[in-house]
């Protein structure tokens, strides 16, 4: 089992930056991705970016340019920093782990992100 939870989520006005994080714990070894999704307010939950084990980022054109996913192994933390944010960005935010041969088994309570005009 995983456990994930996130944090560092809040109200920000536009144009202003966020650094979300995830601490994993629990049976980690067979986790071959983590990844981020948001859920906006009234949507459906959309995949934002993930990073791999090997350290290979990836982004939603969605949001590049203004989001970047990052990991420090040391701490078992996923990161999520977001610039320049706009009211779009808005929603609930989630980190979740991909075992080997899986989809996202494994997921956080989400942290709330509110961008205000």
Not at 41 to 69: C, D, F, L, M, Y
Not at 74 to 91: C, D, H, R, S, V
Request: aromatic content about 10%; charged content about 15%.
């Amino acid at each position: 089992q995983v456990q994930l939870v996130e944090s560092g989520g809040g109200l920000v006005q536009a144009g202003e930056s966020l650094r979300l994080s995830c601490v994993a714990s629990g049976t980690l070894s067979n986790i071959e991705a983590w990844g981020w999704f948001r859920q906006s307010p009234g949507g459906q939950r959309e995949w934002i970016a993930a990073i791999t084990n090997n350290g290979i980022a990836s982004v939603a054109s969605s949001v590049k340019g203004h989001v970047t996913v990052s990991r420090d192994v040391a701490k078992n933390t996923i990161y999520l920093q977001m610039n320049n944010l706009e009211p779009g960005y808005t929603g609930f935010y989630y980190c979740a782990a991909k075992p080997v041969g899986r989809g996202y088994d494994f997921w956080g309570q989400g942290t709330q992100v509110t961008v205000s005009s």
